[in-house]
């Protein structure tokens, strides 16, 4: 039997990384994403896979390109067409354009030479015409001149951008300047764009360039979309649903209604209703989405309702329907996982179709499902299931790696959190052990060490080091999963405890747990994942004098909170602290992308009412920071802008605290690059080894 080895972040580059997924008409084949990466290179590959749903051996589509991706079956089942930018019959892709490739393989057949490029897209009901998702001039009407104005911009000399717009970068880009995101239609066979919106002020959400926020109905003569029907568009704003005649182009509202957020609009089979996600977000911001059933009306206002209102759990997109129209399929979050659920219209019960760990993606075609879906102990797999037989594997990616790796036990624990009558104080925290150390037979022998080891227990065993990441979010949830820029059992592997605690505010954990945190952050939590801390140092294996805090975006937050809000180390538990991406100024954050939503977190304006926003604030009390932190951010981080990350460094300096700062000119608001995520991972292991953590790998020399 060959000796298996620790996971390292090296290797964790080395995972196939399974990406979009689609069924044929038939349910007999799917086609996937796959994503490998070239270390020496820096690069990522992505390439089409075909996966036989009978379990036979998977077979590659795609070899020539290096992006593709989002693949779609047409509705005649022969034909896959997909997004993609690469160099053909001498013509190189300025943006990214659609492309053909027939379901048996052979060579891919670029169809659109559209100048802005093409976003997303969605075949037609007719196999002939395909739905698309561009930013355009809205001022320009026909493809010559979006074409000619294209390549006038991409050779201009002028570096400035100028804007009157509220909504004007999201996460890691600027909305491209003077452009607005409209539906068109491609006609395949003369290549021939029509322009869906053209003439109007309407215009697809800015945030959501996906293909979830349109859908085109089964006779494919009308088409759904989501969108932002304000004057002047923000991210603030609820959306509303509209439909388009394909033939006349004339737009007709569907579902307006400023208390609610619609999206993921998706037409029954038969064409008379359509399902959405809806959230009544006029009675509360932080409402959860549900089911929304929409009668298609011959004329005037649709009649809609929302299903399962009293149904705690928050609805993701895309929703499928099953093949007879009595049910709706979808994910949603349960306590630290994502299940794949059906929802039953005539019995209105909701029910798990499919248990995760985290389902990622899904299809349903011909009675077949296919879902793709990860745990804590492995990467994403995918299965299928024919007539709600039992699920069958359709690829083996990853288990030559994996199977050669020894990654440590994965537990699950529950304690009392903070003390919160709304929302109860039951807390979730996961657990993530070196490799080799089982934690239950280590509790029943006793455990200890020779100085200061607990009464009764086995003298001479190693302490572990106890290393906290803290999820962003804060509405998102730490679970069983396998993450690649936090990976646990890299951390893990360096010897320590890897401590993933779900405090107030997480999302799986019902809509009070949820709210809990609005108007007081950083309150709930502190004391959520202090509690963990008490859990853990009961424990004969944890290590008290090697105690870590660390987290990313709302969770390097918390770890700028902490900072300011305990004592610390030798007095304090914390040795030392990461904090990545993290708020540390709540007033100079107003300069991220998401402040017309913030103020409504913190249920106050600063302007308003500065107090209760410095309240809630990391850098109000830099007077009590005194824990050895590294800083990380990215020049690119539009979500939490990098003057944070860099004032918070600043101040730790200036207070004479020990301090280090790795700072990415070409990274957003996570690190994507191989050889940045390389360096992250070196300098984490670096920082905690430095404060009496154990060394996992070799690390960059202090600079």
């Known amino acids: 039997m060959k000796r298996k080895h620790p996971i390292d972040s090296r290797k964790l580059w080395q995972f196939s990384r399974i990406g979009s997924l689609a069924l044929s008409p038939d349910g007999r084949q799917a086609v996937c994403s796959v994503t490998t990466t070239d270390i020496d290179k820096n690069e990522n590959s992505s390439h089409l896979w075909l996966l036989d749903t009978g379990a036979l051996q998977p077979r590659q589509l795609t070899r020539c390109g290096s992006k593709d991706g989002q693949p779609a079956w047409s509705p005649q089942e022969d034909r896959i067409a997909f997004i993609a930018r690469r160099e053909q019959e001498g013509v190189k892709d300025e943006a990214s354009q659609l492309y053909v490739i027939g379901a048996h393989g052979g060579e891919a057949r670029r169809v659109s030479r559209f100048g802005p490029g093409i976003?997303?897209?969605?075949?037609?009901?007719?196999?002939?015409?395909?739905?698309?998702?561009?930013?355009?001039?809205?001022?320009?009407?026909?493809?010559?001149?979006?074409?000619?104005?294209?390549?006038?911009?991409?050779?201009?000399k002028e570096t400035g951008y100028a804007t009157r717009e509220g909504f004007y970068?999201?996460?890691?880009?600027?909305?491209?300047?003077?452009?607005?995101?409209?539906?068109?239609?491609?006609?395949?066979?003369?290549?021939r764009v029509t322009d869906l919106f053209a003439g109007t002020d309407v215009e697809l959400p800015r945030q959501d360039d996906g293909n979830t926020c349109y859908d085109a109905s089964p006779d494919g003569r009308m088409v759904v979309f989501c969108h932002d029907a304000a004057p002047e568009r923000s991210l603030a704003h609820p959306l509303a649903l509209s439909m388009v005649d394909l033939k006349t182009r004339r737009i007709s509202p569907l579902v307006h209604d400023a208390g609610w957020d619609f999206g993921a609009p998706r037409f029954s089979p038969n064409g008379k209703r359509i399902a959405a996600i809806g959230a009544p977000v006029g009675r509360v911001h932080t409402a959860l989405g549900q089911l929304v059933l929409i009668d298609v009306p011959a004329k005037g206002p649709a009649r809609w309702q929302s299903l399962g209102a009293d149904w705690d759990h928050a609805v993701n997109a895309p929703l499928r329907w099953s093949g007879d129209g009595s049910a709706l399929v979808f994910t949603a979050e349960e306590r630290g996982r994502c299940h794949l659920w059906r929802h039953d219209l005539a019995q209105a019960r909701f029910d798990v179709v499919h248990r995760g760990g985290w389902v990622h993606g899904f299809d349903l075609a011909a009675g077949v499902q296919v879902v793709a879906a990860d745990s804590a102990l492995c990467p994403v797999r995918v299965h299928a299931s024919a007539g709600g037989g039992p699920m069958q594997r359709l690829e083996r990616f990853n288990d030559e790696l994996l199977q050669a790796l020894d990654l440590g036990a994965v537990r699950e624990v529950s304690l009392r959190g903070a003390p919160d009558p709304a929302s109860g104080d039951a807390v979730q925290m996961w657990l993530t052990f070196p490799p080799g150390f089982n934690p239950d037979a280590a509790q029943r022998a006793g455990w200890g060490a020779k100085k200061g080891a607990k009464k009764g227990a086995?003298?001479?065993?190693?302490?572990?080091p106890i290393t906290h990441v803290i999820h962003g979010g804060p509405f998102a949830a730490a679970g069983d999963t396998f993450?690649?820029?936090?990976?646990?059992?890299?951390?893990?592997?360096?010897?320590?405890?890897?401590?993933?605690v779900n405090y107030h505010g997480s999302s799986g954990f019902g809509h009070a747990f949820r709210r809990s945190l609005v108007g007081r952050q950083g309150q709930l939590e502190l004391q959520d994942i202090e509690a963990g801390t008490d859990w853990l140092l009961q424990q004969p294996w944890a290590d008290a004098t090697r105690v870590y805090a660390t987290g990313g975006s709302y969770g390097g937050f918390l770890v700028a909170w902490m900072n300011g809000h305990l004592p610390p180390w030798p007095q304090g538990r914390y040795r030392a602290t990461i904090c990545h991406a993290g708020v540390f100024d709540r007033v100079a954050t107003f300069s991220a992308d998401s402040y017309p939503e913030r103020p409504k977190d913190l249920a106050a304006n600063f302007w308003e009412d500065m107090p209760r926003v410095l309240a809630q604030s990391p850098h109000a009390f830099a007077a009590q920071m005194n824990t050895p932190t590294l800083v990380i951010h990215g020049a690119r981080d539009y979500r939490v802008p990098d003057c944070n990350g860099l004032a918070y460094y600043n101040t730790l300096k200036a207070r004479g605290v020990d301090a280090r700062l790795l700072w990415f000119a070409d990274e957003n608001h996570w690190v994507l690059k191989p050889r940045n995520s390389l360096q992250w991972y070196a300098e984490f292991a670096a920082w905690l080894h430095k404060h009496g953590g154990r060394k996992a790998q070799a690390t960059p020399a202090e600079r």
């Open 119 to 156: 976003e997303s897209f969605k075949w037609l009901p007719d196999g002939r015409r395909v739905l698309f998702a561009a930013w355009v001039w809205p001022e320009l009407q026909t493809t010559l001149q979006q074409n000619r104005r294209h390549k006038t911009w991409t050779v201009r």
């Open 169 to 191: 970068r999201y996460w890691d880009h600027n909305v491209p300047m003077g452009r607005v995101l409209h539906l068109l239609v491609l006609e395949l066979a003369s290549g």
């Open 483 to 500: 993450g690649y820029r936090w990976n646990p059992h890299v951390l893990a592997a360096a010897g320590h405890v890897v401590a993933q």
């Open 458 to 464: 086995k003298k001479g065993s190693t302490l572990f």
